[in-house]
C-alpha cells in the first residue's frame, strides 16, 4: 500500500480540526434538515420536498468537497514545503508519483468520509419525493469530478516553486477565492438543472456525446494537473517535465480524433467547426503554458546532459519534452501552432467557406508579450536577475499594459481597438493580423536562442 497514504490517513485521525469539521458538519446537516422540515410541515408545503432538501444537503456536501478539503490539503502540502520543516518527500526513496497518488487518495478518502454522512439525508429527500435515483447518481457523479478536478488543482498550487512566502500566499489565497466563486456557480447551475428536471437527460442517446465529451475534457483537465503535481515533486536536477508534456501532447492529438468519431457517431457533418471551437480554450492554454515555461531554468542540469541521446531524433525529442527554458517555449509555440492550424482548416479546407478567426487575439497577444519578456532578459538580464519570476512579472505587466491601454481608448486618446491590449471585443478580431505580426517579428529573434539551446544539449565528452 502507499506509504504517503498511510501516513496521511494517520495524521488525519489524530487531527483534531478535521475531527472537528466532521463533527460539525453533521451538525449543520441535521439542523438545516430539521428546520427546513419543520418549516415545510408548518406551512403545509409538500410541494418538491425532497429537491429542496437535497439542494441544501448536496450544497453543504459540495462545499465540503469542493472548498474545505482542496484548501485543507494546500494548507498541510504548504506547510510540508518549507525549508524549516522538511518531509518525507525530500528524504524517502519513493517516486513522485507516490506522493501525488498518497495526497490525492488522502483527500479522496476523507471525502468518502463525508459523503457517507450525508448519505441518509440524500436518501430522505428520495423518499419525500422531487428527486430520483439517476438524478441523484449523475448529481454526484458531475461532484466527485469536479472534486477531483479541484484537489488535484491545489495539490499542483501547493507543489508548485511559487516565489517567496509572499507570493505564494497570495497566489494560493487568490485560487482559494476563485474556487470558492466557482463553488457559488456550480450550486446555482445545478439548483436551476433541478428545477428544470433536466439532470437524468446527461445520458440519453442524443447528448451522449456531448457528456462524453464532458467526461474527457474533465479527464484531460485532471491529467494535465496530476502530471504537473509529478513533475512537482520530482528534483529540480532532474528531467521532470517530461511526464506533463508528453500529456499534454497527447492531449493535443486525441481531442481531434474524438471530434472526428464525434462526427461519424453524431452524423452531423460539423468536425472542421468543432476542431475551431475547441481551438480557442486550445491557444489560451497553450499561451499560458508559454509564460510558464519563461520561468524556467535556463541552463541544463549535469543530469540532463548525462541522460542526453545520442543521436539527433533522440536529443531532439529529449530536449523538447526536457526542462528547459527555450525547449518548454519552443514546445508552447508548437502546440499553439498546430492548435491554430486545426482551428483554420474550416477557412482553407477545400469546399470550405473564408472567415477570420474568433477568440484568439488575446492569447496571440500574451504570446507576444511572454516572448517580448524573454527577449529582454536573455540580452539584457540574464547575469543580473533570475527568471524564475519572469512568468509573475510576463503577467502583470500584460494585465497592466491592458488596463492602461483601455483606460487611454475609453478616453480617446488611442484608437480603439488597441494593439497590446488583453481587453479586446474578440467577436470582430480586428487586431488579430497585428498580434500575429507582433509574434512573427519576435518568433525571428528568438529562433537562433531556440537552436543554440538544441545544440549545447548533448553529453559530454
Given at each position: ?129 422531487g428527486v430520483d435515483i439517476p438524478g ?291 467577436t470582430l478580431d480586428t487586431l488579430f ?29
Open positions: 500500500m502507499n506509504p504517503i497514504l498511510l501516513k496521511e490517513l494517520r495524521q488525519g485521525i489524530r487531527n483534531r480540526f478535521v475531527l472537528g469539521a466532521y463533527l460539525l458538519y453533521i451538525l449543520a446537516l441535521l439542523l438545516a434538515t430539521g428546520m427546513y422540515l419543520a418549516k415545510a410541515y408548518g406551512d403545509l408545503n409538500f410541494d418538491g420536498m425532497g429537491r429542496t432538501l437535497f439542494q441544501m444537503v448536496f450544497a453543504l456536501n459540495g462545499f465540503v468537497l469542493c472548498v474545505f478539503i482542496p484548501v485543507q490539503t494546500l494548507v498541510r502540502l504548504s506547510r510540508e514545503r518549507w525549508v524549516a520543516n522538511p518531509d518525507l518527500q525530500f528524504v524517502a526513496p519513493l517516486p513522485a508519483s507516490a506522493f501525488a497518488l498518497g495526497k490525492l487518495g488522502s483527500g479522496a478518502a476523507l471525502a468518502g468520509l463525508f459523503t457517507s454522512a450525508a448519505a441518509p439525508f440524500c436518501f430522505l429527500s428520495y423518499f419525500l419525493g441523484l447518481a449523475v448529481s454526484f457523479l458531475l461532484l466527485a469530478l469536479i472534486f477531483i478536478l479541484a484537489l488535484s488543482a491545489f495539490i499542483l498550487l501547493g507543489i508548485a516553486p511559487l516565489p517567496g512566502k509572499f507570493g505564494r500566499a497570495a497566489i494560493q489565497l487568490l485560487a482559494t477565492g476563485l474556487l470558492v466563486v466557482g463553488f457559488a456557480l456550480m450550486v446555482v447551475h445545478d439548483s436551476l438543472v433541478f428545477e428544470a428536471g433536466e439532470v437524468p437527460l446527461f445520458f440519453e442517446r442524443d447528448r451522449l456525446p456531448r457528456t462524453l465529451s464532458l467526461l474527457f475534457a474533465g479527464l484531460s483537465v485532471w491529467a494535465v494537473f496530476f502530471t504537473g503535481a509529478i513533475a512537482g515533486f520530482r528534483a529540480p536536477g532532474s528531467n521532470r517535465m517530461r511526464p506533463f508534456r508528453v500529456t499534454v501532447t497527447a492531449l493535443w492529438a486525441l481531442w481531434p480524433a474524438w471530434f472526428w468519431v464525434w462526427s461519424r457517431i453524431d452524423g452531423v457533418p460539423g468536425f472542421l467547426h468543432m476542431l475551431h471551437e475547441w481551438s480557442v480554450p486550445a491557444v489560451l492554454f497553450a499561451s499560458l503554458l508559454l509564460v510558464f515555461a519563461s520561468g524556467e531554468r535556463a541552463d541544463f542540469s549535469p543530469r540532463q546532459l548525462e541522460d542526453a541521446p545520442r543521436t539527433i531524433a533522440g536529443r531532439l525529442f529529449a530536449w523538447l519534452f526536457g526542462n528547459g527554458q527555450m525547449s518548454g517555449m519552443a514546445w508552447s509555440l508548437l502546440l499553439m501552432g498546430a492548435a491554430l492550424l486545426m482551428g483554420t482548416a474550416k477557412f482553407w479546407w477545400p469546399g470550405h467557406g473564408h472567415g477570420v478567426l474568433t477568440y484568439h487575439t488575446t492569447p496571440l497577444t500574451m504570446a507576444a508579450y511572454a516572448l517580448t519578456s524573454t527577449l529582454a532578459w536573455r540580452f539584457f538580464l540574464k547575469g543580473k536577475y533570475s527568471n524564475a519570476s519572469l512568468w509573475i512579472f510576463t503577467m502583470a505587466a500584460a494585465f497592466i499594459i491592458s488596463i492602461i491601454l483601455s483606460a487611454l481608448t475609453a478616453v480617446e486618446v488611442l484608437p480603439d481597438p488597441c494593439l497590446g491590449t488583453l481587453f479586446v471585443d474578440n493580423p497585428h498580434s500575429v505580426f507582433w509574434s512573427m517579428l519576435l518568433l525571428i529573434a528568438f529562433i537562433p536562442l531556440v537552436v543554440q539551446d538544441f545544440v549545447r544539449f548533448k553529453k559530454r565528452a
